[in-house]
């Protein structure tokens, strides 16, 4: 850590603390910012992840920052600008378009005030946003008002340079990172590891292929199971975890299950918190997404666990899977491609599954949690020494 670290004290804004990457991503900056003695806080609308905040002694600021109400998001703004004033925040991290909004404009208000230092504001691309209608367009612009841009993956640089052409701001590119401690093959007991598998009937010629993510139609559950009803003749069964986000397209799912006649081998776990048990439990893992991930944490993470991965080929995918070596990468959108690779892994488990193990060392080299803490906190760094340097120019001029 520099010298310049001390003097930082963080600010994470995000709609909500529920499950999410960009959520768990948040928990962890700021468990890594408190163990490196930086004072940090985070302001949401709450949730389930609260709890993991208190447990470090991390504040948590709760504020409706999920709205996307004008009135609301200038009465967001007015609140964190107390906030970042009377924790005498150094730097504003925005997440996602709404929170960022308030906290531009509360940063912009302290800044135009020529009080007290200058307040760096952030923000983190977690995603891939729509550009159209216009005004969809403008209100994405929020994500690139600020000092820098950081990146969750090289994909997203490029889909910002690609749209918004030349921003004039720093662009950083921070993979995010898995926990190793959580995600640990090595802290599962096997005998959780078999009943797991027994509740699916999954037995020793029976591998269990798994799914994880919300059940929305981007997310391509409906492409792994097109798939499936054609492997109908070699043993498997499969389950899919994540929590309902599309209530009639959950209904689809299930009718595709019942045409199939695969009712029996099929698994809709809904919202689990045992997701790295269920890793270790799989045989197979699959990302099927139908759009591109701007990063995808399910591949680290099965990967971690050392399953091997079938993810589609575009966006953060591209960056965290070796096709060939931690798993197979195969055509977004496409169920017979889908199918070729599952048969591949399912008539040679033996080699599958040293894709696995090949995939917990990529992880353990390049995707961890301390490296993207690291990297995020390289920026907020650099921004501070740039912020400082600037206001001494100015002052001598």
């Keep these: 850590m520099t010298d310049s670290a001390p003097e930082m004290r963080i600010l994470q804004v995000l709609p909500a603390l529920n499950e999410g990457g960009v959520e768990v991503g ?31 002694d991390v504040p948590h600021i709760p504020l409706p920052l999920e709205t996307k109400n004008p009135l609301k998001i200038l009465l967001n703004a007015s609140r964190l600008k107390s906030a970042i004033k009377n924790y005498r925040i150094t730097h504003v991290h925005a997440r996602s378009r709404a929170p960022a909004w308030s906290a531009y404009l509360a940063c912009s208000l302290i800044n135009a005030s020529a009080k007290g230092a200058y307040v760096i504001f952030l923000t983190t691309f977690h995603g891939i946003y729509g550009e159209t209608p216009a005004i969809k367009r403008w209100y994405n612009s929020v994500m ?34 898995n926990d190793l401690e959580r995600f640990n ?9 078999d009943a797991v598998r027994e509740s699916m009937g999954a037995d020793a010629d029976t591998p269990l292929i798994l799914m994880v993510g919300r059940l929305t139609a981007w997310k391509g559950q409906a492409v792994l199971l097109s798939a499936l009803a054609e492997l109908k003749n070699i043993p498997w069964v ?37 997701v790295p048990l269920l890793y270790r439990a799989a045989d197979i893992a699959v990302s099927a997404s139908t759009e591109p991930e701007a990063f995808g944490r399910v591949a680290i993470e099965a990967q971690a666990m050392e399953t091997g991965i079938i993810a589609t080929a575009h966006g953060g995918s591209l960056e965290t899977v070796i096709d060939g070596e931690t798993g197979f990468l195969v055509e977004p959108s496409n ?63």
């Design 26 to 56: 948040t928990v962890q900056m700021a468990r890594y910012l408190q163990a490196q003695g930086i004072f940090n806080a985070v302001a949401s609308s709450g949730g389930k992840l609260v709890g993991s905040l208190e447990q470090i």
């Design 144 to 177: 690139l008002k600020g000092d820098a841009v950081i990146a969750n993956s090289a994909f997203v640089k490029n889909h910002i340079a690609k749209v918004y052409g030349d921003t004039g701001k720093p662009i950083y590119v921070v993979h995010r990172g």
């Design 185 to 193: 093959p090595g802290a599962i007991e096997q005998s959780a590891v």
């Design 238 to 274: 499969a389950a899919f975890a994540g929590s309902v986000e599309n209530a009639a397209y959950k209904q689809i799912l299930e009718r595709m299950i019942k045409n199939a006649d695969i009712e029996d081998r099929i698994h809709l776990l809904g919202s689990r918190d045992d």
């Design 335 to 397: 169920s017979t491609a889908l199918k070729a690779a599952l048969t591949k892994a399912l008539t040679d488990l033996g080699a599958f599954a040293a894709m696995g193990k090949a995939g917990r060392a990529h992880v353990c080299r390049n995707l961890t949690e301390e490296q993207m803490c690291r990297g995020e906190t390289a920026v907020y760094v650099a921004l501070r020494k740039s912020t400082a340097e600037k206001s001494r120019t100015q002052s001598v001029a």
